[in-house]
């Protein structure tokens, strides 16, 4: 991936297509750039905190460079469009939370029906497309202040990212990160073996 391109380009061709979800991500991507004075991380100078999984957290992937892989991606699964952004440089971290109903309208309800369904018709196909154009003018165009609500929060900064350790987990036989094994009966078990 180019890290040269807009936005927007990064995130369609991070995430695979243009949808609502992706759109209001680079919205909150962006709009965290502006607020922080920050670019796209490198080595973990920046900490993602979501509070999803939904289409938006790609964009945050693409864009601020934030991922799993290298650690600086936290996932909290409350279900709410918010975006917690942490300059590790500055100490700052700025909380973005989507407006409730921002995006609601009949647009929106019917390009929800549509991506719903698994067999849309040709006709349906099209009706989509139509919606998706409609919400990215809508998105992209509305003042950051009707779509989002944000404040710079004091939040604990996360350590940085660490390998850890990998032992065999002594029922299933797997390699399991050693800070994520309890010892039971005298076996080193993983979080799946804990539960059975």
């Known amino acids: 991936m180019c890290k040269n391109m807009p936005p927007l380009e990064l995130a369609i061709q991070f995430h695979g297509h243009i949808c609502p979800g992706l759109l209001i991500g ?6 965290a750039q502006k607020q922080l ?8 100078e920046l900490v993602a905190i979501v509070e999803n999984d939904n ?3 790609d964009a945050i992937q693409a864009i601020l ?5 290298k650690g600086n991606l936290i996932f909290k699964d409350y279900g ?6 942490i300059s590790r440089q500055s100490g700052k971290a700025l909380r973005i939370a989507q407006r409730f109903g921002s995006t609601a309208g009949p647009a929106s309800e019917r390009f929800r029906a549509l991506n719903g369904k698994h067999d849309l018709t040709d006709e349906e196909a099209g009706e989509k497309e ?3 154009g ?6 992209m165009s509305m003042p950051a202040e009707d779509l989002f609500t944000w404040q710079q929060v004091a939040v604990k900064i996360p350590d940085r990212a660490t390998i850890r350790k990998t032992v065999r987990c002594d029922r299933c036989g797997e390699g399991v990160m050693e800070t994520r094994t309890i010892s039971r009966d005298g ?10």
């Open 26 to 31: 680079v919205r909150a991507a962006e709009l």
């Open 37 to 44: 004075g920050i670019e796209q991380d490198n080595d973990e």
């Open 55 to 57: 289409c938006s957290v």
């Open 187 to 196: 076996q080193t078990l993983c979080p799946e073996c804990q539960m059975n």
């Open 134 to 139: 409609e919400l990215f003018e809508k998105i």
């Open 65 to 69: 460079g934030c991922t799993f892989g």
């Open 130 to 132: 139509m919606l998706i």
């Open 80 to 85: 709410k469009n918010v975006w917690t952004i």
